[in-house]
């Protein structure tokens, strides 16, 4: 057809026809082409036999030369591997016409109707998945011997959404994208005003693609077959672990998670429990802050001065200077005299690209479309941010001309990115504290080098950060993770203005400055800011589900904390939950990864790591 395209196709996928336990003394090897197709109907994985008769099957011991990759109690590592390629030394099968035979084994179905799909562990042999539908049929386990299972599951990620089970490493959830129900959520929270469409709600709207670790938006679909915790929400992370005892064998038709030959299924405990004596310090002063400093005017440690800054922020007095080094303005390395010459070159680069968009003339412009509905938009946002503070209030206050300017040279700093809603809400604070135009600028970019993820096309930042908030509330309150299931309301999508903004509408200006700059530090693990946003919904899980709250309804409810959540309280708990998380047992990968910790499969003894030094 005119129309269909072909985003993979591939040669040498078999299927394994004779079951574990099935009295055949060997694997049925079935061999067929796999593609993955979009037409006028959709996109469809199709997957059809080429074999002429009976599935291909070993041959007799007087010809096992030729077949001494398969025996009838294992398989002999004896192939050449190149990743997860597997070359077989066989009998290459027939292209004509299948037979009935072969014909019950044909795949084919739309990727709307995929549910899971589970994919074995490559350096176990060759790699093999299973797909499951939504109408719980399990399809018939499709083995790579020639590879190309990273390939397929690279274009699929284009056409669905998927996160990785945190119970089960190898499992893949493929998450349905409500697009009402986010619309929903920008209206409730209230993102930008009375705008019925928004710059970021058309990024955020429109078709994406997500990676397999889980760079997606979350609805838990934890009611798969494979899951055999499901009916032990009190028990979680399960993780497959290589058998040293026996050679793996690849798996069959009829696979379930207890039965894959090469592992089997540990569960750890409940995380340890949650210390309760982690309390916060007064913050770092002019007089402490000044002893930090040589000679030559070089931070002497800068370990300690951010450990000093967690734990009870800077003074108010020396926030214009600390911030600078937090945000990568000033090396922490720097002197005295390196900042002067810094700053002076900062100044020259500042003023160079503001003459690029000041330059542009009236004509220029009309011509230069996107340039125009950028600086329109930039206009709009300005005239309303932070309108009520006293720095930003009243008709014609030289500060908001001063936000509009920063962020127009930014668009020339970022071309690509440019300037996105939701950017003068993080400006405002830092211009604020800076009430310097260059300083506030650099200052600004340091913030977005670490934040650009949020606003980007794709927004997989955003899709990731939400997928990670799920997966830590899933880990840490499984009881709440699954009445959010029930009430739809697992998509976290109540968290976006959190995530998107770092926090900045749900404080007052003092402490979501105290809140910044304790994220700024680091520590005591990445993605610290994901841990606030778990300890603030775990305040609020009584109230929700006391009172049956749906989704709608929990987007009101977080709507209106507003400016009533104590920020000394939130960066306390955090850090109990780091703590907490930190001396598990067992931590499962894709919680490891999110705070840049170790994946301990088991401790080699009682003692519970040891916590980051951050007193």
Known sequence: MADERIFFERDGVFIHTAPAGSEESHDSLLEGRLMLYRNSDGVFVNWTPHV????????????????????????????????????????????????PAADQYKIHFDVQQLKSFRRSNPSLGWSHLIFILRDETTLPALHFHKGGSKALLQELSHHITVKRSVRDQRLFLVVDHDAAALEKSFNELQMFGDDPVTDILSRFSRPYSTTLGGFSFVTNLIRDAFDPTRARPKEVATIPVKKQTEAPMPGVVGFSAKEEPGFEVITCAEPSARPTDVSRSSPLSSTQWSQCFDRDGRVVDPVQVKKLIFRGGVADDIRQEAWKFLLEYYPWTST?????????????????????????SADQENKFSSFKEKKHLVEKDVTRTDRCHPFYEGEDNPNVQYLFDILMTYCMHNFDLGYVQGMSDLLSPIFFVMQDEVDAFWCFVGFMNHVHENFAMNQEGIKRQLSEVASLLQFLSPDFNHYL???????????????????????????????????????????????????????????????????????????????????????????AIFLQIQRCALIPACIAETLGLEHNEAQQDDSPPSSPDVS
């Open 485 to 575: 299931e029930s009430s739809s309301a697992d998509n976290m999508y109540f968290c976006f203005r959190w995530l998107l903004i770092v926090f900045k509408r749900e404080f007052n200006f003092p402490d979501i400055m105290r809140l910044w700059e304790v994220v700024w530090t680091g520590l005591p693990c990445k993605n610290f800011h994901l841990l606030i946003c778990v300890g603030i919904l775990e305040s609020q899980q009584e109230t929700i589900m006391r009172q049956r709250l749906d989704f709608t309804e929990i987007l009101k409810h977080v709507n209106e904390l507003a400016f009533r959540i104590n920020v000394e309280d939130s960066l306390n708990k955090a850090e």
């Open 336 to 360: 005295a005299k390196s900042r002067v010459d810094i700053r002076k070159a900062k100044t020259e680069d500042y003023f160079r690209m503001k003459l690029q968009w000041k330059s542009i």
């Open 52 to 99: 002429a008769d009976a599935p291909l099957r070993p041959q007799t011991s007087a010809d096992h030369n030729d077949w001494d990759i398969v025996t009838t109690v294992g398989y002999h590592p004896r192939f050449q591997r190149d990743d997860e390629s597997v070359t077989l030394h066989g009998r290459r099968p027939s292209r004509s016409k299948s037979s």
